[in-house]
C-alpha cells in the first residue's frame, strides 16, 4: 500500500533536503538523491519504511512505496512534515 503526499517548501529545495536527510539518517537510514529526485529508506521500532520524492517546483512529493501494515499513512506524513517545516 502506497501512500502519497506532497509538502510545500519556498526558496531552493536544498534546505528541505538537508533536513530531510538528517532526519533519516539520524535515524540509521539511508537517503539518496538531489535536487530533481531520489529514495529513502529507514527502520522504525524494526519495520522498514521505504519510499521516494521528486521536486517539481516548490513542492516536495513523497512516495511511501512500503511500510508495515500497522502504521497509517497519516502517521508517516505528520511526523514527516513535522521534521521538514
Not at 6 to 25: D, Y
Request: with cysteine; net charge negative.
Amino acid at each position: 500500500m502506497a501512500c502519497e503526499f506532497s509538502i510545500p517548501f519556498s526558496g531552493a529545495p536544498e534546505p528541505i533536503l538537508a533536513k530531510a536527510r538528517t532526519a533519516v539518517q539520524s535515524q540509521g537510514g539511508n537517503f539518496d538523491g538531489d535536487t530533481n529526485s531520489g529514495d529513502f529508506d529507514v527502520s522504525v521500532f524494526g519495520n522498514k519504511i521505504t519510499g521516494n520524492y521528486t521536486i517539481a517546483g516548490q513542492t516536495l512529493n513523497i512516495t511511501i512505496t512500503d511500510k508495515p501494515f500497522l502504521v497509517p499513512c497519516s502517521a508517516i506524513e505528520s511526523f514527516l512534515k513535522g521534521q521538514l517545516q
